[in-house]
């Protein structure tokens, strides 16, 4: 067997270590930003500008992404069988989740940008 | 008690039925008692059996909505009416038998033998208790079906995901002391569909009439699988 295929060790173990980190960050992003959220949009900027907090998001959401990236393609892979709609659904999946990517580097960047750190 | 049983012969109906039954139900009686006496009433009905006492897993059915052996299920146990149809997933040959050909196909592919890459020794290759406990659980698999035919995931994907019984025979080689094939059973594995299609529903625990774990058994093949790549 010489043709390339998609992972199966790789993706799983990718979902299980994202989890954990997804899973013990949540609670710590819902409570600094809805049981005890900034004051108004300069608070929030010098908290998100913090050089330990913007790694923290940023590992979030690349956690985030590649969970919902293995995610997506498990649905993909045991739902849609046609070849056409299977690809079509994936790229949608891939670049829209790449976009969603580099919105946060860009927001993030811009808050550290503006916070003059 | 009422039975309700799906009928259909593929030459004769245009679509399956439940057709309703009564049994006279006695102490003790088991569901594949109740089928021969509706089969004494009704000679067309086909279903499969043979050993009567949970060994050669041939009665694997559908009841009540549960996958089950018909001969180690009490009638008393089961809400009336009782609703019997084939297991779910693989296509009706007729009535309550179906095609097994892909569920022995997936079975055939794990190569369920020890494979030795050492010479033969003259003597038998021996096996400590400890390395021998090591496969309870793994080799009382009667190969009914119950599992593999409740898994959601082999329902989709009957073609390239294994299922929990070809998983476990997996599992049961794997951990044999005697077997010298890890490394081509683990990368035979690998890939997103032969393993790990698994979601860990775990309706292959709930089914097995012999309380076995398949599911158990397909997370030591996925540690397995991690340990040795890192």
Known sequence: MSTRRATGLRAWVLQRVTAVYLGLLTPVLLWRLVIAPPADHAEWRAWA??????VALLL????????????????????????APRLAVLTLTGFGLLACGFWVLRILFLAAVRAGA | MQLNIHRYDPDRDQAPAMQAFEVEARPGMMLRDALLQVQ?????????HSC???VCGSDGLNVNGANRLACITPLHELKAPVKIRPLPGMPVIRDLVVDLTQFYRQYRVVKPYLIRHDPNPEVEVRQSPEERDQLEGLTECIMCA????????????????????????????????????????????DGPFKLFRCHTIMNCVNACPKGLNPTQAIGRIKALMLKRAI
């Open chain 1, 49 to 54: 500008a913090q050089p330990l907090v913007s």
């Open chain 1, 60 to 83: 979030f959401f690349a956690a985030l992404f590649l969970h919902a990236w293995v995610g997506v393609r498990d649905i993909v892979i045991d739902y849609i069988k046609p070849f």
């Open chain 2, 40 to 48: 004494r009433q009704d000679e067309t009905l086909a279903f499969r």
């Open chain 2, 52 to 54: 009567g006492e949970g």
């Open chain 2, 146 to 189: 119950c599992c593999s035919t409740s898994c959601p995931s082999f329902w989709w994907n009957p073609d390239k995901f294994l299922g929990p019984q070809a998983l476990l025979s997996a599992w049961r080689f794997l951990a044999d002391s005697r077997d010298e094939a890890t490394k081509e059973r683990l990368d035979d594995l």
